[in-house]
């Protein structure tokens, strides 16, 4: 999502026109993508491959635009493009693309309709914890990581004192574990679901409570509601800190608008 994203933003501002190369298939399958693949393409390899160079150097998408401008040959971008700023001239047209398809907005219904959520009223909170591949040492040290249990319980406690009538859907790769800590009447657990459809049911709520990775990050970014985020991600002076200038998360708009939870403790970062 995030390459695609940048391609749209680059090609914009450089006036350029969007080609995916083959193995864009399954985001065609997922969301309502415009922007055919090139199948047909001989000179795939030959292409222009212009790589950023991202260590140490941060996300800089006004030396990426000036340098395309300068190159008369077809371009193939390659790299690390994750930056709201990138895309930030497409914003409306990708909310657009990002639409679900018809097959998997129909399993979002029925998930919830089988859960009893569908009763007016009910304000419905996503949750997505990410644990298995983020919360290893390296990852942690990078800037990423699982936030501490007591982030999410004090972001669940902020939508509480919100609103009475509440219901957090939970998503998550370490569903154990989130057993074990959740425990309330308030949640529902959606479980053996892909990963498309889990971000759909997340997205398909009213507030969204999202942990790190960038499949949280547009978790966030697609929900129609407030977001909550991890105050210390990325962590400052991180490997990802770093990467991004600080400019990880996108500014407030129309859309919906952000909320910075701290944990009780530091425990991720030690």
């Given at each position: 999502m995030s390459q695609y994203s940048a391609l749209l933003g680059v090609a914009k501002l450089a006036n350029r026109i969007p080609i995916l190369n083959p193995g864009y298939e399954d985001l065609k399958r997922i969301f309502t993508i415009s922007t055919p693949i090139e199948t047909k393409l001989t000179t795939l390899e030959s292409f222009y491959r212009y790589k950023q160079n991202v260590l140490p150097m941060p996300l800089n998408v006004e030396a990426t635009v000036e340098s395309?401008?300068?190159?008369?040959?077809?371009?193939m971008l390659k790299g690390f493009f994750h930056h709201f700023r990138y895309f930030y001239p497409v914003v409306h047209k990708l909310r657009k693309e990002f639409t679900f398809r018809k097959q998997i907005r129909q399993q979002v219904d029925e998930f919830f309709k089988k859960s009893n959520l569908t009763e007016k009223g009910i304000i419905k909170v996503g949750i997505h914890i990410r644990r298995t591949d983020l919360n290893t040492r390296s990852m942690i040290?990078?800037?990423?990581?699982c936030p501490p249990l007591s982030y999410?319980?004090?972001?669940?406690?902020?939508?509480?004192s919100k609103y009475s009538n509440i219901r957090f859907v939970v998503c998550s790769d370490s569903m154990?574990?989130?057993?074990?800590?959740?425990?309330?009447?308030d949640i529902t657990f959606a479980t053996n679901h892909s990963a498309e459809v889990d971000m759909a049911i997340l997205t398909s709520c009213d507030h969204v409570i999202i942990s790190n990775g960038t499949f949280s990050w547009w978790v966030?970014?697609?929900?129609?509601?407030?977001?909550?985020?991890?105050?210390?991600?990325?962590?400052?002076?991180?490997?990802v800190y770093n990467m991004t200038s600080g400019g990880h998360w996108p500014p407030d708009d129309d859309y919906n608008h952000y909320v910075a939870i701290d944990s009780d403790d530091d425990s991720l970062w030690e």
């Open positions: 395309l401008k300068n190159i008369s040959l077809d371009v040290l990078k800037g990423f990581g999410f319980t004090n972001a669940m406690n902020f939508f509480r154990k574990w989130a057993r074990r800590h959740f425990t309330s009447d966030g970014w697609l929900c129609r509601g407030t977001t909550v985020r991890y105050k210390q991600m990325p962590k400052y002076k991180s490997y």
